[in-house]
Nanobody
């Protein structure tokens, strides 16, 4: 499994960015996909997750209502649309994938076996 994250950059507070995660190497219909982030000096934290097949979408409280996770089956790509960005959203964002993840584990780092390389999002205030 290969995950290639892209779309990060510098944006002003209140702006928007869309991150992409191109997935390859498997058929992902049974996989769970997620985004995590790691701010400087902090631990990696959960942002959003979804079943590739649809449904069971979860968000961290800090991004609920501002971020949306989605996927394009034809392109084998998962997206994270980020609106109303805040300075505290500044972090390296990682996409992750895993199979056989139960609902109660969809927010947990250790549930995901495959990780992309990360893309930096910087929000200036």
């Amino acid at each position: 499994v290969q995950l290639q994250a892209s779309g990060g950059g510098l944006v002003q507070a209140g702006g928007s960015l869309r991150l992409s995660c191109a997935a390859s190497g498997r058929t992902f219909s049974s996989y769970t996909m997620a985004w995590f982030r790691q701010a400087p000096g902090k631990e990696r934290e959960f942002v959003a997750s979804m079943r590739w097949s649809g449904g069971n979408t979860y968000y961290a409280d800090s991004v609920k209502g501002r971020f949306t996770i989605s996927r394009d089956n034809a392109k084998n790509t998962v997206y994270l649309q980020m609106n109303s960005l805040k300075s505290e959203d500044t972090a390296v964002y990682y996409c992750a994938a895993g199979s056989g993840i139960i609902l109660t584990s969809m927010r947990q780092i250790r549930a995901y076996a495959y990780w992309g390389q990360g893309t930096l999002v910087t929000v200036s205030s």
